[in-house]
């Protein structure tokens, strides 16, 4: 199979990928497929095992499988037996000189992703731990499968980072026979002609240049495409590899990995004659230009071995990581997954009974254990930590009072509806106070149904007085319900802070302000994170002032649309989500 006249065919990559890891699955570390579970899947992963070593094992980590388990530790049946520690080898270790599959990668843990960068980097597991030591061999390559939408956060970026290959799988496996793959044979020789295939400093050089026209801050994913252009030379029996190996490696390697994509001149014309040799002034410009010329040959080959929605996909794909992602998650005792387990007292948390009998197990020649029974002591017991994750509540808190309250709450109502629209996929929420006159009401509580925050919003009133304290103390008060139910709260008040109604009911902007400025504190000591946006036709001292009170930020958007508080708001609510 030729890689460099190779039709952009959905399954051309994907075959190629899987030939590329069976030739040199060290060093290339594994492949991150982005593919749901079918026959699709299947096919690819059937392949992949059939162009492997002889007897290279393959072994499948089911998602929340226990540290022990995958790194080694306590043999607790054996060590019951014998009175002492006895160690067990963990899966890592079992696949050594094979490949370890990850299904649901993306909701890997990060007690699993330390174990698979661990033996990714040192080629064994290392276990020191309750009273055993333990170091086994666990020279792995890894096939890290996302099953995810496109927009949640995949692969953990530290994994991806030494996993050179990425790939994503068509949703089904026609035109799976039309695209030759490679026969085991041919991958068995092109693992012996490995070690002599030879990669020039002017491929090595165009491969760095190429990550660095991408946006590629990794060191590793330039020397990947150099180990994936030597392992493509030795499958295609050449000695050396060539400007069309880089093209097939930076297709694999480089552009899934890209931040920004450079725009692709077409090929010129082929010229009557050839162009004069540069005389020695003009050496240093000439060799630029060559190596520009390399550039421009490898990244167009590159982009005809994808498809044109596969480059499209690409194209989208780097927009978002240029964005950037978070996805916030909560540690707790009673919900969620289980991710580890700590000492702690049962009476507080759930127990963890493995953890705790493991725990006890080395010490029972020690404590005199006679016949069966077991003897733990306090010190003994491990509780459950367990991971969820969080969503985001932001809350409106509008200020519905004075001639310009229609023109705010137009502005809050937009805002609320675009933040709607995203937020089922975010698992967020948004909720609305609107104050005015002498009280705060809960106009919209936290809800993901767009219809129900527009049919709530349509006959909200608007004028009288500005309770902003009441507000706030309303706000603050709904922050604590929010967090106690898991969501990271986040205050967004549409204000121009000019308070004149006190927590007692009493007018008078001195007293009412003072109050305002205590609830702003109370606000920043609670740490819920606070946007202020100021309303007034200029930037306000007032708003400022309540904002630094509040631990928060001031936004002076007098002229603000429903576009720009939500672009506003939705920044805050990222970083809640991640501190939460």
Not at 51 to 76: I, W
Not at 344 to 358: E, I, K, S
Not at 405 to 416: D, I, N
Request: charged fraction near 25%; aromatic fraction near 2%; charge should be neutral.
């Amino acid at each position: 199979m030729s890689t460099a006249a190779a039709p952009p065919s959905a399954w051309s990559l994907p075959r190629l990928a899987a030939a590329l890891l069976a030739v040199d699955p060290r060093g290339l570390g594994g492949v991150a497929v982005r593919a749901p579970a079918g026959p699709a899947r299947d096919a690819w992963l059937g392949e992949l095992a059939a162009l492997l070593p002889p007897h290279a094992p393959v072994r499948r980590v089911p998602p929340g499988t226990a540290g022990e388990r995958l790194a080694g530790g306590l043999d607790l049946a054996a060590t019951l037996a014998a009175g002492r520690p006895v160690a067990e080898r963990g899966i890592l270790s079992a696949a050594d000189g094979g490949v370890v599959i990850v299904p649901s990668a993306e909701r890997m843990e990060a007690a699993m992703s330390g174990h698979l960068l661990a033996a990714l980097d040192e080629g064994e597991c290392v276990v020191e731990r309750d009273g055993i030591s333990l170091r086994a061999a666990a020279r792995i390559a890894v096939v890290a499968l996302d099953e995810g939408e496109p927009d949640e956060g995949g692969v953990p970026l530290a994994l991806a980072d030494r996993l050179a290959l990425h790939l994503s799988l068509p949703p089904s496996p026609r035109g799976w026979d039309d695209e030759p793959g490679f026969a085991p044979t041919d991958v068995a020789r092109a693992r012996d002609r490995l070690a002599s295939a030879v990669v020039t400093e002017e491929i090595a050089a165009a491969a760095c240049r190429l990550a660095a026209s991408f946006g590629i801050d990794s060191l590793r994913a330039p020397l990947f495409a150099v180990r994936a252009a030597r392992a493509l030379a030795a499958l295609a029996g050449e000695a050396e590899a060539t400007a069309d190996h880089l093209a097939a490696a930076a297709a694999l390697v480089l552009l899934p990995r890209a931040i920004v994509l450079p725009e692709m001149e077409p090929e010129p014309e082929g010229e009557d004659e050839p162009p004069p040799p540069p005389d020695a002034a003009d050496q240093a410009e000439g060799e630029s230009t060559s190596s520009d010329r390399l550039d421009d040959i490898v990244l167009q080959a590159a982009a005809a071995l994808l498809p044109p929605d596969v480059l499209a996909a690409l194209r989208s794909g780097a927009a978002a990581r240029a964005a950037g992602r978070s996805d916030g998650r909560a540690r707790s005792s009673t919900h969620g997954r289980r991710i580890a387990a700590r000492a702690g007292d049962p009476r507080r948390a759930r127990m963890d009974v493995l953890a705790t009998v493991r725990a006890a197990a080395p010490w029972q020649r020690l404590r005199g254990r006679c016949g069966a029974r077991l003897r733990v002591r306090a010190g003994d017991f491990r509780v459950q930590v367990r991971e969820r994750k969080t969503g985001t509540t932001v809350i409106f808190v509008v200020d519905a009072s004075g001639s310009s309250a229609a023109h705010r709450l137009a502005e809050a109502k937009g805002a609320v509806e675009l933040l709607l629209a995203e937020s089922y996929a975010r698992r967020d929420r948004v909720a609305l106070i609107a104050f005015r006159r002498a009280e705060a009401e809960l106009v919209l509580p936290p809800t993901r149904s767009l219809a129900r925050a527009r049919r709530l919003l349509a006959g909200l009133p608007g004028g009288g007085a500005t309770p902003l304290a009441t507000a706030a103390d309303a706000a603050l008060a709904l922050a604590g319900t929010v967090r106690r139910g898991g969501s990271a709260p986040v205050l967004v008040f549409l204000t121009d802070a000019r308070a004149n109604v006190a927590r007692c009911g009493a007018t008078g902007r001195p007293a009412a302000e003072a109050d305002a400025l205590h609830a702003a504190r109370r606000i920043r000591a609670d740490g819920v994170s606070t946007l202020v946006i100021d309303t007034s036709p200029r930037p306000s001292p007032l708003a400022a002032a309540f904002a630094a009170q509040a631990g928060g930020r001031v936004l002076p958007l007098p002229f603000a649309d429903a576009r720009a508080v939500g672009s506003a708001v939705r920044g805050l609510a990222i970083g809640a989500k991640a501190a939460a």
